[in-house]
């Protein structure tokens, strides 16, 4: 039996090469197709690799009769109906974990760049200014750093920051304390985090329970003079309560890479202050991981297809 893979997205030609030189496939790459070009395509699909580039809806799964699994280069599955697949018998996958680098390299970049004023001064010196009086730093070296969340990106700072001579301590009640023994990373209560760290920085997912966490409430448990870090989700933060801690000075500045919403609207009280940085949501954004992304889903289509072994499976209902 030959199986088909569709790639109607663009995506690096490292993992159309994979699925070439794999026996028992036949690759069809398109780049990136319109949804009547894909739907007009996915008749001889027995799997498809995409991005954001493409929606995989019900007429698209309706013109795939043969279609058994869909990977997505990237984290983010939007862009599928994941009832829809379901409902076809359709697997869909994600590569949660190739962008982890990406986003940890980005964090801690912010993280220096907060600590060092390097936009700020940056900012000043291409306004004519040479001002070396208002953008006195601080270093990293035996600071804390709190991270908030200690999963994939959460672990890869731990070790950065560790190699910089921070002593990392982290929350995250979902994980065995010995995650944090093996990596020399104590994992302690919030509060403890909160009033222990000069840096905080977040990478839990969002919940109920994270969604604006940091607030009022949290801002006055923390040390006077925190930084605050967050390429996680916008969402976890409530800006006007960063906003007037900022104000305040209780916290001496942010660097942010995520909004809620994204753009971020124009009343949103952070955009434009001093003491806060911003990249528009950067972090996983780098050709290596566009990389990563891509062979780790040509791999999960192979495992599926060849070895009948799907792995992140995002709609495991399709597995019952
Ligand atoms: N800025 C970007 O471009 C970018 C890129 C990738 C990921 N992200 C975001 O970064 C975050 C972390 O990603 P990851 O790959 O490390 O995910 P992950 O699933 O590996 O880790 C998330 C961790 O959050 C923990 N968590 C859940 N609830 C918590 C709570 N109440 N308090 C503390 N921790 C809690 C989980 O136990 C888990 O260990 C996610 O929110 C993800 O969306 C952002």
Do not use: C
């Amino acid at each position: 039996m030959i199986y088909t893979v569709l790639i109607p997205d663009n995506v690096d030609q490292k993992a159309v090469d994979l699925l070439e030189g794999t026996e028992g496939l036949n690759v069809v790459y398109t780049g990136k197709l319109s949804q009547e070009e894909l739907a007009a395509q996915a008749g001889e699909a027995h799997a498809m690799i995409i991005r954001s580039g493409v929606k995989i809806t019900p007429e698209v799964l309706a013109a795939a009769p043969n279609l058994k699994a869909v990977a997505r280069a990237g984290v983010g599955v939007d862009n599928v109906d994941l009832d829809a697949a379901t409902s076809h018998g359709v697997i869909v996958m994600n590569t949660p974990g190739g962008n982890t680098i990406s986003t940890a390299e980005h964090t801690f970049g912010l993280m220096i760049a907060l600590a060092r004023y390097i936009p700020q001064g940056d900012a000043s010196l291409r306004a004519g200014r040479w001002d070396r009086k208002s953008f006195v730093g601080v270093e990293l070296k035996d600071k804390v750093l709190g991270l908030i969340g200690f999963g994939r990106i959460g672990k890869a700072i731990a070790r950065r920051a560790q190699a910089f001579d921070m002593t990392v301590i982290a929350y995250d009640p979902y994980i065995e304390p010995s995650a944090g023994t093996e990596l020399g990373v104590e994992l302690v209560q919030l509060d403890a985090l909160y009033a222990q760290a000069d840096f905080i920085s977040l990478h839990a997912l969002i919940t109920d329970e994270t969604r604006g966490m940091l607030n009022t409430e949290a801002f006055a448990k923390m040390k006077d003079g925190v930084r605050i870090i967050n390429a996680s989700r916008g969402a976890l933060i409530n800006d006007a309560d960063l906003a007037a801690a900022i104000e305040s000075g209780k916290v001496a500045g942010a660097a942010l890479d995520v909004y809620e919403p994204e753009p971020p609207t124009e009343d949103n009280p952070l955009i434009g202050m001093e003491s806060v940085i911003h990249t528009p949501h950067l972090a996983a954004s780098t050709s290596d991981a566009q990389v990563t992304v891509a062979v780790e889903a040509a791999q999960l289509i192979i495992n599926t297809l060849l070895h009948d072994s799907p792995q992140n499976v995002v709609n495991s209902a399709v597995l019952t």
